[in-house]
């Protein structure tokens, strides 16, 4: 094999008439579970769509698995599963049906096609409703057959955008872990975009946050959820007088709408947020480990009054 | 009473599993795709609703054979024939014509409807060999609707003669000019029926567009060339689909067309035979219309936002 990167882009640039979607990004990545975080218009679909061949950038150049994304498109759609993020689903076909058509328009021979179908609907958790019509389906059953028609064809390396849109929780708990397990237990490559940090923080092993097209921050997931630990607290009363006094013991406060959120350094963090609660005479409503969204992380910090940055 | 080493019937999950077996790449996904398409233009593997009005259509399409070949049956010691093969698809032209525009719009319009096209797209697949696939699926659909009736017609015709082979050697030299005549007639149709019916991912609107085109070419066409047949307007009929594909038929089979008798009726091939273009002007014609049709497929399917 070459030592070619996994994934490179180059100077990567895609322009709308009047929109900059991705700005001259340069990346360089390693196989592994990747999260691609970014608000809703980041690029996120932009660039995915380009590694796919779908988009043609406006300039630059991308790599994937080895091969250049414009001019070896054939070769590398033999490779990848997509699984897009919105509706791609016929209605009046079988799911069976419908990945078997699939996996044979990724090259495979009819019978190999049928036996991964069966395995790969399988995998991912669907049984008899296999045959039924997919026009029935609830959200979560579709989002299971958009992931196996990428993964039918045993892809080197699995694109998923926003693989849990749509879904109520606990279905989106059983995506995130079939994600978690493809991707950790069966060592498939992944690019996983997400707006929902604690989503990717779940399923993914590297992160790469995109901001308005340009590359923020690329790096292994460790080294964000050490700053994503975050305490929310929730008081009943003066909130400010806590978030002074927290201060004061050297550690970082933030207030927001109501919420408290204190960077946890240590267990003694808890301690002085209840010796602070029963000092002020304070009613405690909530204190939990922060759910950060990206917002919260990438925010530009307020400096005023009380207010300390995070992060 | 021994232990078992491993519990019994436990419940495993085989879990994901490698593909170590070949990739055939671009051509097996034409062929996937073409192979679907080509089922599905007759609603095979749909619902039983998408299967009637295509083998609705395909069955009038046969009926004229079916009399052509009762009559024959009937009238045994002479051989008769009511229905030549270069009037056939004059006969059928309107079943054929509602086939396409029955079944052209879902062809396209539901990978559009149902966003399926962005899963196509990230498979060895180009937007060009979509098209292909589409294109062949219609056209040999369309062929098959054509050639079936002709083949029975021949065969039967053959077998009621009194010498089979005798009849073979006689008419063997329509073999060629039916295939030309039908294969041109499916592409020269199908273009035109996808060039429209792609445009909307609503069959209802392509449906009727597809209709329109015949129709209006047809009547527009006859109409001008029965009252003004001297001036520019005997051009006109090189827009309508079905004197195009007539107009060749006859060119295949080396027949003049000849002015009715009468001024009442009006056939394809009398109108033909008013407007007095050389028929190889036509198949000029079905050239430029096929490459128009299919260029605008290509301009739609490399402007569509995936």
Same mark, same amino acid.
């Given at each position: 094999?070459?030592?070619?990167?996994?994934?490179?882009?180059?100077?990567?640039?895609?322009?709308?008439s009047?929109?900059?979607a991705?700005?001259?990004?340069?990346?360089e990545?390693?196989p592994?579970?990747?999260?691609l975080?970014?608000?809703?218009?980041?690029?996120?679909?932009?660039?995915?769509?380009i590694?796919?061949?779908?988009?043609?950038?406006?300039?630059?150049?991308?790599?994937?698995?080895?091969?250049?994304?414009t001019r070896?498109?054939?070769?590398l759609?033999?490779?990848?599963?997509?699984m897009? /993020?919105h509706?791609?689903?016929?209605?009046?076909?079988?799911a069976?049906?419908?990945?078997?058509?699939?996996a044979?328009?990724?090259?495979?021979?009819?019978s190999?096609?049928r036996e991964r179908?069966?395995?790969?609907l399988?995998?991912v958790?669907?049984?008899e409703?296999?045959?039924?019509?997919?026009?029935g389906?609830?959200?979560?059953?579709k989002?299971?057959v958009?992931?196996?028609? #990428?993964?039918?064809?045993?892809?080197?390396?699995?694109?998923?955008?926003?693989?849990?849109?749509?879904?109520?929780?606990?279905?989106?708990?059983e995506?995130?872990d079939?994600?978690?397990?493809t991707?950790?237990?069966f060592?498939?490559?992944?690019?996983?975009?997400?707006?929902?940090?604690t989503?990717? /923080?779940?399923?993914?092993?590297?992160?790469?946050?995109?901001d308005?097209?340009?590359?923020?921050?690329?790096?292994?997931?460790?080294?964000?959820?050490e700053?994503?630990?975050?305490?929310?607290?929730?008081?009943?009363?003066?909130?400010?007088?806590?978030?002074?006094?927290?201060h004061e013991e050297?550690?970082?406060v933030?207030?927001?709408?109501?919420?408290?959120?204190?960077?946890l350094?240590?267990?003694r963090t808890?301690?002085?947020?209840?010796?602070?609660?029963?000092?002020?005479?304070?009613?405690l409503?909530?204190?939990?480990?922060?759910?950060?969204t990206l917002?919260?992380?990438f925010?530009?910090?307020?400096?005023?009054?009380?207010?300390?940055a *995070?992060? | 009473?021994?232990?078992?080493p491993?519990p /019994?019937?436990?419940?495993?999950?085989v879990?994901?599993?490698?593909?170590e077996?070949?990739?055939?790449?671009?051509?097996?996904?034409?062929l996937?795709?073409?192979?679907?398409?080509?089922?599905?233009?007759f609603?095979?593997g749909?619902?039983?609703?998408?299967?009637?009005?295509?083998?609705?259509?395909?069955?009038?399409?046969?009926?004229?054979?079916?009399?052509?070949?009762?009559v024959?049956a009937a009238?045994?010691?002479?051989?008769f024939t009511?229905i030549?093969?270069?009037?056939?698809y004059?006969f059928i032209?309107?079943?054929?014509?509602l086939f396409?525009?029955?079944?052209?719009p879902?062809?396209?319009?539901?990978?559009?409807r149902?966003h399926?096209?962005?899963?196509?797209?990230?498979?060895?697949?180009?937007?060009?060999?979509?098209?292909?696939?589409?294109?062949a699926?219609?056209s040999?659909? *369309?062929?098959?609707?054509a050639?079936?009736?002709?083949?029975?017609?021949?065969?039967?015709?053959?077998? #009621?003669h009194?010498?089979?082979?005798?009849y073979?050697r006689e008419?063997?030299?329509?073999?060629?000019?039916?295939?030309?005549s039908?294969?041109?007639?499916?592409?020269f149709?199908?273009?035109?029926?996808?060039?429209?019916?792609s445009q909307?991912?609503?069959w209802?609107?392509?449906?009727?567009?597809i209709?329109?085109?015949f129709?209006?070419?047809w009547?527009?066409?006859s109409?001008?060339?029965?009252n003004?047949?001297?001036?520019?307007?005997?051009?006109?009929?090189?827009?309508?689909?079905?004197?195009?594909?007539?107009?060749?038929t006859?060119?295949?089979f080396?027949?003049?067309p000849?002015?009715?008798p009468?001024?009442?009726?009006?056939?394809l091939a009398?109108?033909?035979?008013?407007?007095?273009?050389?028929?190889?002007?036509?198949t000029?014609?079905?050239a430029?219309?096929i490459?128009? #049709?299919?260029?605008?497929?290509?301009?739609?399917?490399?402007?569509?936002a995936?």
């Open positions: 094999m070459c030592s070619m990167a996994f994934l490179a882009t180059h100077a990567l640039t895609k322009r709308y009047s929109v900059t991705l700005d001259a990004l340069d990346l990545l390693s592994g579970v990747i999260g975080v970014g608000a809703n218009g980041a690029g996120k679909s932009t660039l995915i769509k590694l796919l061949g779908l988009l043609k950038p406006t300039s630059g150049s991308a790599q994937l698995l080895g091969f250049d994304v070896q498109e054939i070769d759609r033999q490779y990848v599963g997509y897009p /993020e509706d791609c689903l016929p209605t009046d076909v079988s069976t049906e419908f990945v078997a058509l699939m044979r328009m990724s090259g495979l021979p009819r190999a096609a179908t069966a395995d790969t399988r995998h958790g669907l049984f409703e296999r045959y039924r019509e997919m026009g389906y609830s959200m979560g059953m989002q299971r958009k992931l196996a028609q #990428a993964l039918v064809h045993d892809p080197r390396v699995l694109l998923l955008d926003e693989p849990t849109n749509g879904l109520d929780p606990e279905a989106r708990d995506m995130l079939l994600v978690r397990r991707g950790q237990e060592g498939m490559a992944i690019i996983m975009a997400s707006h929902l940090l989503e990717i /923080e779940r399923v993914c092993n590297y992160l790469v946050v995109i308005a097209g340009r590359l923020v921050r690329s790096a292994p997931i460790a080294s964000f959820t700053r994503t630990q975050v305490l929310v607290v929730e008081v009943e009363g003066d909130g400010s007088a806590l978030v002074r006094r927290l050297g550690l970082t933030r207030q927001e709408d109501g919420r408290i959120l204190v960077g350094d240590d267990d808890y301690d002085f947020i209840r010796d602070g609660i029963a000092e002020l005479g304070l009613g409503l909530r204190l939990e480990q922060g759910r950060q917002e919260d992380l925010r530009t910090p307020k400096t005023d009054g009380n207010d300390v *995070l992060a | 009473m021994s232990l078992s491993e /019994e019937g436990s419940v495993y999950d879990g994901y599993r490698a593909y077996g070949v990739r055939l790449g671009r051509l097996q996904a034409i996937a795709l073409y192979v679907t398409s080509f089922l599905g233009v609603g095979i749909r619902h039983t609703s998408s299967k009637i009005l295509p083998f609705a259509l395909a069955t009038i399409a046969l009926i004229p054979a079916v009399v052509q070949l009762g024959v009238s045994e010691t002479i051989d009511i030549s093969p270069d009037d056939y004059e032209q309107w079943p054929l014509a396409v525009a029955a079944v052209a879902e062809l396209v319009g539901r990978d559009q149902n399926t096209l962005p899963l196509y797209f990230s498979r060895p697949l180009l937007r060009s060999d979509y098209i292909l696939a589409k294109m699926a219609l040999t659909a *369309l062929l098959a609707m050639l079936v009736p002709q083949a029975a017609i021949f065969v039967g015709n053959a077998m #009621a009194s010498d089979a082979l005798d073979f008419n063997w030299r329509d073999i060629a000019p039916i295939i030309a039908g294969a041109m007639l499916s592409v149709w199908s273009a035109v029926a996808l060039a429209i019916g909307t991912d609503r209802p609107l392509a449906s009727g567009g209709i329109a085109y129709a209006v070419g009547i527009v066409g109409v001008l060339v029965n003004a047949a001297d001036g520019p307007f005997r051009y006109s009929l090189l827009v309508s689909g079905f004197h195009v594909v007539r107009a060749f006859l060119w295949t080396g027949v003049t000849q002015p009715l009468t001024n009442g009726d009006t056939t009398g109108d033909l035979a008013l407007a007095d273009v050389s028929l190889y002007v036509y000029l014609a079905a430029v219309t490459a128009v #049709a299919l260029f605008t497929v290509h301009l739609r399917y490399r402007r569509m995936l």
